[in-house]
């Protein structure tokens, strides 16, 4: 199975790279496809995104075919192929 | 006590200018800016007056925070009777305009009748005067202020003004400041259009008195630290701007394309903020009077041309709202409805409505004369159109410069008008957003993002998130976000800082800045009187409960795809439950006991 993690704002500056697409075997937790990430961009990823608790940062997402993990099952949300985009904390109006 | 004390009344007609107290008395109760100017709009005019008619006064209105150190302490309102709506109407600027009104000496300046020719307004700390304006009639925004600054002898000085659009009186014209900044929303271009005022130019260095200088040092150095460490407010507003939002909104699956009919676009990457900056176009940020944030663009395109800009909200109505995603053109626009003195949502989503019109039908092609087709996806037609309806040229951008609800329920389709009291929405689909939805529906100027940003706990999770299609318990953050923003406009400080800020911080600043020592409920309270007296005004003006709803489509068409798929807007799930929690009558009307128990009458 073929899975693409999204990267935007400053996180994508900061990895260098737009996206990367992931090959697994078996269904993944959100947690397990952001630190897959991690080895494959080589740099940090989860600590843009969540606090020391474990808690989102205000402002940071991580969206599952656009859905908000935080009303999924949060780093715990099974995913197969579906298309991830993560965003360090942003926003405006 | 924050306040200079006095203002400045000008009579157009007669060139009379005299000088009063501000009311503090009533500043205790409204704040200041557009709350107490609100107050004083109600006071002094019957809210049926035609808004383009010398009966309609036009009140130029900082805060009680703006001149001070307090973070974005710069902004000021523009108050009166909105041509667009018909309702009141309170547009907010930042720059350095609203701090240098208080330099000069004033709170507000209250402008009555209609000069027989055309003038602008000097108000420099040791005269204030009527000057002529002839030679100023007809020019852009930038000459305009350029002229001007080199006339006051003082290259510091500020300048407020309207451009073409304004003087022609377009129902979506704006006030800019600083040639980039905009009194944008509801029409207000379009009075001071109304009254030959053409510009008011602002100087002075008196300070805001403060009583207690070092106990509100040490509380703004403490804000600021709070808004430097927020990751919204601290990295990605100034990073990338308000623009950051495109492909967050878009992931969302809430980001309007081709005049609301589909939820997403599918090349937004190319005109965001990250390409903005990827692409180098962005030169630097930088920041209004005393701001942290510094969120604005400043952007010099391939083809040389620079200026401000792209907000959030121009680049999509000027891109994916009409079917493209050209950055070049999108900036452009941008540059010149700022030039031309256009408010950019109403402008573009007024073109979307028309391009949907002539894809339907409802616009034949000869009506564009020699000029590009209102099509989706032709750029051609978004700057053509911007300037034919600034200058209202031909008949057909005549007739779409009343906005888009007048220009299509006169041709029998209202329902392509994405309007709310008549005003243009902005970039976020309610059917994404059930609270935000209900924002635009009960909001007092209708269609607008600014009044009460759900977005922020509904899509950004601040302070905490909400699910976005959750109806339960909306209305309850609806009423404390639309007081909560009444206290922050009013203050004369920029909305952004609420991403950081919580209510108590700005009761700790007001109190030490006026004096006044209210808790922080108290200073909701205010908010809540704030936004009880604008509906108050326009049930007067004949805009009633009648009106808190919604464009058709958001009820009847389903979201199309993305994570809100099947989705439509629920408002009559909320609506009973907020006339509820307002403390109005289940038909939505005040009642007497709580005009009287917020001491509106």
């Not at chain 1, 260098?16 to 991690?38: K, N, Q, W």
């Not at chain 2, 403490?222 to 950051?244: A, H, Q, S, Y």
């Not at chain 2, 930088?286 to 604005?296: E, H, K, L, T, V």
């Not at chain 2, 609270?435 to 269609?447: D, T």
Request: net charge negative; charged share 25%.
């Amino acid at each position: 199975m073929g899975m693409t993690v999204k990267f935007f704002a400053t996180l994508r500056a900061a990895l260098g790279v737009g996206s990367v697409e992931l090959e697994h075997d078996t269904p993944m937790t959100v947690r397990e496809v952001l630190e897959r990430a991690e080895q494959e961009t080589g740099k940090p990823i989860m600590q843009e995104l969540f606090e020391d608790d474990g808690s989102m940062r205000i402002g940071a997402m991580v969206l599952v075919d656009g859905k908000n993990i935080s009303h999924l099952n949060g780093l715990d949300t099974t995913v197969q192929s579906e298309t991830l985009s993560v965003f360090p904390p942003a926003g405006g109006g | 006590m924050a306040y200079m004390g006095k203002m400045l009344r000008v009579n157009l007609t007669d060139g009379s200018i005299k000088t009063e107290d501000t009311p503090l008395d009533l500043a205790k109760k409204y704040v200041g800016g557009r709350g107490l100017a609100g107050r004083i709009l109600m006071n002094e005019i019957d809210p049926k007056v035609d808004a383009l008619s010398p009966e309609n006064k036009l009140i130029f209105a900082s805060g009680p925070l703006s001149n001070t150190n307090a973070p974005t302490g710069g902004r000021y309102m523009v108050i009166t009777k909105g041509p667009l709506t018909g309702g009141i109407a309170s547009s907010n600027s930042g720059g350095q305009w609203g701090a240098f009104l208080k330099k000069a000496g004033y709170d507000m300046i209250i402008l009555e009748g209609k000069s027989p020719k055309p003038v602008y307004l000097s108000v420099m700390e040791d005269k204030v005067e009527i000057r002529d304006a002839a030679h100023l009639w007809g020019k852009r925004v930038p000459e305009t202020t350029d002229t001007l600054i080199a006339e006051s002898g003082e290259k510091n000085a500020k300048v407020a003004c309207i451009g073409p659009a304004g003087e022609k009186l377009v129902y979506f014209a704006s006030i800019m400041n600083e040639k980039h900044r905009a009194a944008g929303r509801t029409g207000v271009g379009a009075v001071m259009g109304s009254k030959n005022l053409k510009a008011i130019v602002t100087f002075g260095k008196q300070k805001s008195p403060i009583p207690d200088e070092d106990k509100f040092k040490a509380l703004v150095k403490d804000k600021i630290t709070t808004i430097r460490g927020n990751g919204i407010t601290g990295e990605g507003l100034p990073k990338f701007g308000t623009k950051v939002l495109d492909n967050i909104i878009n992931e969302n699956g809430l980001y309007p394309s081709y005049n609301f009919q589909d939820v997403q676009y599918d090349n937004t990457y190319n005109m965001s903020g990250e390409a903005l900056v990827e692409k180098g176009y962005l030169t630097k940020n930088s920041g209004c009077y005393m701001c942290p944030i510094a969120c604005a663009r400043n952007v010099e395109l391939p083809n040389g041309r620079k200026g401000e800009g792209p907000e959030y909200e121009t680049g999509w109505c000027f891109g994916p709202l009409l079917g493209f995603d050209d950055l070049n053109v999108i900036c452009d626009a941008n540059f010149l409805a700022n030039d031309l003195g256009l408010d950019t949502i109403s402008a573009g989503v007024t073109i979307s409505c028309a391009m949907e019109m002539y894809e339907k039908g409802f616009i034949k092609k000869e009506e564009f004369e020699h000029g590009p087709e209102l099509k989706f996806g032709n750029t051609e037609a978004l700057m053509y159109w911007l300037k034919k309806m600034a200058y209202r040229e031909n008949d057909l951008a005549d007739r779409m410069a009343y906005g888009s609800l007048r220009f299509a329920t006169e041709r029998g389709c209202p329902e392509f008008s994405m309007t709310a009291k008549g005003q243009e929405l902005p970039a976020y689909d309610p059917r994404g957003v059930q609270g935000m939805g209900m924002s635009y529906a009960v909001g007092n100027r209708g269609g607008d993002h600014v009044r009460s940003y759900l977005i922020a706990p509904e899509i950004l999770g601040a302070p905490e998130k909400l699910d976005p299609q959750a109806t339960e318990g909306k209305m309850q953050w609806l009423f404390i976000f639309q007081n909560l923003t009444s206290v922050i406009d009013s203050s004369g400080l920029c909305l952004f800082t609420s991403f950081a800020l919580s209510a108590d911080d700005y009761a700790d600043m007001l109190n030490a800045a006026t004096g006044f020592d209210y808790s922080t409920e108290e200073w909701l309270r205010c908010g809540e009187r704030i936004w009880n007296q604008e509906r108050y005004f326009n049930y007067q003006a004949g805009i009633g409960p009648e009106t808190d709803t919604l464009p058709k489509r958001f009820f009847d068409e389903p979201a199309k795809r993305g994570p809100n798929k099947g989705q439509v807007h629920r408002l009559p799930e909320m609506l009973p439950e907020y006339y509820q929690i307002r403390g109005w009558t289940a038909e939505g009307i005040i009642p007497d006991e709580k005009l009287k128990e917020l001491e509106i009458v």
